[in-house]
C-alpha cells in the first residue's frame, strides 16, 4: 500500500514507516502531522487517482526533527565591473516519519 501527496509544490511517494524530508513546517518533534492532498492512493482494491485531489484518503506522518538541506551557494558577477558576490542558503527541512495512510472509504 502506498500513496503521492502533495506538501507545498513538491510530491512525495510513500508507505507505511517510510522517513521523508519535506519542506519547513513549524511542528514540534515527536508531535503528529497530516497530509490531506493525496493525489493517489494504492490499496488491496487497486488504484485510485484523484481529480486533483482524494477527498476521503489521508497520510499521518509523525515529525522526527527540524534540519536544514545542503548548502547551496550563490554567485554574482559582472564583467570588467570588479563586481562579485558570493551567498550561501540552507533551507530547512522537516522529517518526517510514515505512521499510516488514512482511507476512509474501506478501499485499504
Same mark, same amino acid.
Given at each position: /500500500?502506498?500513496? @503521492?501527496?502533495?506538501?507545498?509544490? +513538491?510530491?512525495?511517494? @510513500? ?5 521523508? =524530508?519535506? !519542506?519547513?513546517? =513549524? ?5 503528529? %502531522?497530516?497530509?490531506?492532498? &493525496? $493525489? $493517489? ?5 487497486? #488504484?485510485? #487517482?484523484?481529480?486533483?485531489? $482524494?477527498? !476521503?484518503?489521508?497520510? #499521518? ?10 548548502? %547551496?551557494? %550563490?554567485?554574482? +558577477? ?10 550561501? +542558503?540552507?533551507?530547512? /527541512?522537516?522529517? &518526517?516519519? @510514515?505512521?499510516? %495512510? @488514512? ?6
Amino acid at each position: /500500500m502506498y500513496a @503521492v501527496f502533495q506538501d507545498g509544490s +513538491h510530491q512525495y511517494k @510513500v508507505s507505511e514507516g517510510d522517513q521523508v =524530508e519535506v !519542506d519547513f513546517c =513549524e511542528v514540534e518533534a515527536g508531535k503528529q %502531522i497530516e497530509f490531506d492532498q &493525496v $493525489l $493517489l492512493f494504492s490499496g488491496t482494491n487497486g #488504484v485510485q #487517482v484523484g481529480r486533483p485531489t $482524494l477527498k !476521503d484518503v489521508k497520510v #499521518v506522518a509523525q515529525v522526527v526533527e527540524q534540519t536544514k538541506g545542503e548548502k %547551496i551557494y %550563490i554567485q554574482k +558577477h559582472k564583467r570588467r565591473k570588479n563586481y562579485r558576490r558570493r551567498f550561501g +542558503h540552507r533551507q530547512k /527541512m522537516t522529517q &518526517v516519519r @510514515v505512521l499510516q %495512510i @488514512v482511507a476512509s472509504n474501506a478501499t485499504e
